[in-house]
């Protein structure tokens, strides 16, 4: 098991950049698959991003490819989420999540992220 602490959410324009960043605890960091999720007010939970152990491969849900970058650092057991061109329909509460096999088990506790108009 991992425990996840995601930060860097805030309040901002249209069109503008906000770096999540999510500290996980634990030595075995590494062996986890990591990925971002998102859940606005009144929808399902939805997949954003994804990166494998390694860093070597990355997935992205439609709606942010070419905008989003996720990235992680072994050393540091960190994962981020770069979000660029923002719009207010990423307006969500991101959370980031770790799984070990076939699923992920372990969640953090979310950061507020909110685009104006």
């Known amino acids: 098991q991992v425990q996840l602490v995601e930060s860097g959410g805030g309040l901002v324009r249209a069109g503008g950049s906000l770096r999540l960043s999510c500290a996980a605890s634990?030595?075995?960091?590494?062996?986890?698959?990591m990925g971002w999720f998102r859940q606005a007010p009144g929808k399902e939970r939805e997949f954003v991003a994804a990166i494998n152990r390694s860093g070597g491969d990355t997935y992205y849900a439609d709606s942010v490819k070419g905008r989003f970058t996720i990235s992680r650092d072994n050393a540091k057991n960190t994962v981020y989420l770069q979000m660029n061109s923002l719009k207010p329909e990423d307006t969500a509460v991101y959370y980031c999540a770790a799984r070990a096999r076939s699923n992920y088990d372990d969640w953090g506790q979310g950061t507020q992220v909110t685009v104006s108009s």
């Open positions: 634990g030595r075995t960091f590494s062996s986890y698959m």
